[in-house]
């Protein structure tokens, strides 16, 4: 069977659209319906309704589809298998985080990573949890980094590589001398959080209703950057991961404070368990553990690649 028929399906049936599987392969929608069609005749079963509001796989499609998932991400092993020893690990890598890590913790290691390993194809985007979790479940990245107190996915690999700090962080002007504030008194002033779904923005959000705050003094953004801008100028408060703001700590246009702060979040690392790992992801996911193990810790070296592990 062409492995091509069965990469074509698959991003359909993913997609729910014809065209868009076009645009991304680069055919013309014509070749997309010839190649399901012939994929079709093979398996000897419609694989796939074209409905008002997309396509959507069949019962014979919906069975298809966790093994055409599996034989492709075998081909991809292969390939790189085959293709390593030369030039080292290669291939493609996609990897979801939060925003606070894809912009503050993430860049250093991966610009490292494809200056050594060039062969390697990093992609780099930002989900919450919930999105992360249908990514790795859907095959759309290879791993994702969750930020979450606790993580449970039965269906899924999770790895718990360390915790982000977090501060409570104000604008310079509006710090004052004093014994460290209670809930109720951080309540009495505007907070600025990020949107619904941050762990760690939502439990600050759940203490300070718990201390009697109205709604109205609580802000949601859905960038970093916004949060610290408005707090900068004066807004009222936040709660972020340190390394988010180490920055404007520095240059003094935010103020640490000490606080009453939530516990902070567990870094985890989550990957499919039917998935076949190639060099290139094992690596991008060995030096991905460095960055939260402790100093003393020895760095794990590159895993030789197996043909038996998964």
């Known amino acids: 069977m062409d492995t091509q028929l069965l990469r074509t399906f698959v991003l359909v049936a993913r997609s729910g659209s014809f065209t868009a ?3 991304d392969l680069s055919y013309v929608q014509s070749t997309v319906t010839a190649q399901l069609q012939a994929l079709e005749r093979h398996v000897g079963a419609r694989l796939l309704d074209r409905l008002p509001r997309g396509a959507v796989p069949t019962e014979a499609g919906a069975r298809l589809l966790p093994y055409a998932e599996q034989l492709l991400d075998l ?8 293709s390593a020893p030369a030039g080292g690990p290669a291939g493609r890598v996609r990897l979801v985080a939060p925003e606070s890590l894809c912009a503050y913790r993430l860049p250093a290691l991966l610009a490292d990573l494809r200056t050594r390993f060039p062969g390697i194809h990093l992609g780099l985007a930002p989900a919450g949890t919930a999105g992360a979790l249908e990514a790795v479940r859907d095959s759309t990245t290879e791993a994702a980094l969750l930020l979450e107190p606790e993580l449970t996915a039965a269906d899924l690999v999770t790895e718990p590589l360390g915790s982000e700090e977090l501060t409570l962080l104000h604008a310079p002007t509006a710090v004052r001398d004093g014994p460290m504030p209670t809930w109720q008194e951080l309540a009495a002033s505007d907070v600025l959080l990020l949107e619904e779904g941050c762990s760690y923005s939502d439990e600050v959000a759940r203490r300070l209703r718990a201390a009697g705050q109205p709604d109205s003094r609580r802000t949601r953004f859905g960038s970093i950057e916004a949060v610290k801008r408005c707090v900068a100028a004066g807004m009222g408060w936040t709660v972020l991961p340190t390394i988010a703001a180490e920055s404007e700590i520095g240059a003094g246009t935010l103020a640490a404070v000490p606080a009453p702060l939530p516990d ?11 998935r076949t790992l190639t060099p290139a992801t094992r690596l991008v996911l060995d030096r991905l553990r460095t960055l939260w193990m402790p100093p003393d810790q020895p760095s794990p070296g590159i895993r030789p690649a197996s043909s038996t592990e998964p």
Do not use: C, I, K, S
Request: proline letters at 9%; zero cysteines; charged letters at 15%.
């Open 21 to 23: 599987t076009a645009r």
């Open 75 to 82: 081909e991809t092993a292969l390939v790189a298998a085959v």
């Open 264 to 274: 902070a979040p567990m870094v985890h690392l989550v990957t499919h368990p039917d």
